[in-house]
């Protein structure tokens, strides 16, 4: 795709005053249309306003797909739920970069990569202990992202060597997630593994120390390493969300990848982004503390416009999340084959079970997300609270770059929208002595 909108024969005819204009009309591939305003302001001098661009685009995009009516999400034309039943986390990872699914050889040569940078520089393990103890993860992580770009400085968009590039970050930003939570909990870190597969190095890298070992290999750890497997596929992407928008608008300045990722991280550390499903945990948390009375909550989610049910609607999905279906599958699974037993999940079916019965919420189509599953699950897997969010970076993470490579091949123009100023007036400057 070469980023050129497809306009359609017809167009939208606006009238302000006794202008009125025809702006042309953008048909996408799923039947959506948008109209191109990129003329509004020279033939008007208005501007259009769209508090929180809910309704507006910058981009035209070959990556993701979704029709929250519906409840519909694909991946480079492929259904969720078909990648999730039957691809791994490294198949969908190539997909995002690449536009398609790899062959056997190309699948290997992209593992083989994961494997080669999944090292960081040693001069870096100074940058760690410059952080406090008590960093958050997610802190480290956009830092320790954006000072990658000194040690690897050669980024390139192109088709020739761009899979090792995604390959590295990839690889490092997974290395330096479980760096970063040893960091925090005041433990030497734990190298990464040529015999062991994405996934699983990362379990090791977190869970393995001195004085008890991880046995990675085991039936419990290879259940969690298949569930973290799957629960990253669900991440892949989601359109031009918050975090995603946020990797672009840095990139359009032609900021390198690393800070144009680190800006994504930094958007979805906010808990009405990635930071919502360690914002469920706390939640359920709370409940727990409180006796367990999912009701009295629910209430107060009805009469208390200042609280919110977390892991509940979403800005696209007036259906069932197709996600949190998929997640929930995962979290089922993990109770009954590994024999985890925590109140929380108890405490969430509950919860969930009330709200999918109660008309208030229905009425308002506030259906479980997917953040509502990924949290308990991680916390299952025995991953901490202030690393959930993170987990979301190592998901999402193809996506973004993805979406950067996209916005490179499209012919970047600088993201710099416009204002409605609503201040005051020309005012005089009153000399200090005089005011």
């Given at each position: 795709m070469d980023g050129t909108p497809n306009t359609s024969t017809s167009s939208a005819r606006l009238q302000i005053g006794d202008k009125v204009v025809e702006l042309p009309i953008i048909s996408g591939t799923d039947g959506n249309l948008g109209i191109d305003i990129a003329t509004l302001r020279s033939q008007t001098g208005a501007i259009a306003y769209d508090n929180g661009f809910n309704n507006t685009t910058s981009a035209v995009s070959s990556i993701s797909f979704i029709d929250g009516d519906k409840g519909i999400l694909r991946y480079r034309g492929y259904s969720i739920e078909d990648l999730f039943n039957r691809a791994s986390f490294r198949e969908v990872a190539y997909l995002m970069v690449n536009g398609k699914l790899p062959n056997e050889q190309e699948v290997t040569q992209f593992s083989a990569f994961l494997t080669k940078h999944s090292m960081i520089d040693e001069d870096m393990h100074h940058f760690f202990a410059g952080f406090p103890r008590s960093a958050h993860p997610m802190a480290i992580l956009a830092a320790m992202v954006t000072s990658l770009s000194s040690f690897y400085p050669q980024i390139n968009h192109d088709d020739t060597n761009f899979d090792e590039t995604a390959a590295r970050l990839i690889s490092k930003v997974r290395t330096i997630a479980a760096f970063s939570y040893k960091k925090s909990m005041g433990y030497p870190v734990v190298y990464p593994m040529a015999n062991l597969s994405y996934v699983e190095n990362f379990l090791n890298m977190m869970f393995d120390t001195p004085n008890s070992p991880y046995d990675i290999k085991s039936a419990e750890h290879q259940l969690h390493a298949k569930i973290l497997d799957k629960t990253l596929v669900l991440h892949a992407d989601h359109g031009?969300?918050?975090?995603?928008?946020?990797?672009?608008?840095?990139?359009?300045?032609?900021?390198?990848?690393?800070?144009?990722?680190?800006?994504?991280?930094?958007?979805?550390?906010?808990?009405?982004?990635?930071?919502?499903?360690?914002?469920?945990?706390?939640?359920?948390?709370?409940?727990?503390?409180?006796?367990?009375?999912?009701?009295?909550?629910?209430?107060?989610?009805?009469?208390?416009?200042?609280?919110?049910?977390?892991?509940?609607?979403?800005?696209?999905?007036?259906?069932?999340?197709?996600?949190?279906?998929?997640a929930k599958k995962l979290l089922d699974e993990l109770y009954e084959k590994g024999g985890v037993k925590d109140p929380l999940f108890d405490i969430a079916q509950d919860l969930e079970r009330r709200i999918m019965a109660d008309e208030y919420f229905i009425s308002r189509k506030l259906y479980p997300n997917i953040d509502f599953y990924t949290g308990i699950i991680y916390k299952a897997i025995g991953i901490p609270t202030n690393m959930l969010t993170v987990m979301f970076v190592l998901g999402r993470l193809p996506g973004w770059i993805a979406q950067w490579r996209e916005l490179m091949g499209h012919g970047i123009k600088i993201f710099r929208p416009r204002q409605i100023y609503m201040g005051p007036g020309a005012l005089d400057y009153i000399p200090l002595e005089e005011r």
């Open positions: 031009q969300n918050c975090s995603t928008t946020a990797v672009k608008l840095v990139g359009s300045t032609r900021a390198s990848l690393y800070a144009s990722v680190s800006a994504g991280i930094c958007a979805l550390w906010g808990p009405l982004h990635g930071g919502a499903n360690q914002a469920v945990v706390e939640m359920l948390e709370n409940i727990e503390r409180d006796g367990a009375n999912v009701e009295k909550y629910i209430e107060k989610a009805k009469t208390n416009k200042d609280f919110r049910l977390m892991g509940f609607g979403h800005a696209l999905y007036k259906s069932y999340d197709p996600r949190a279906a998929l």
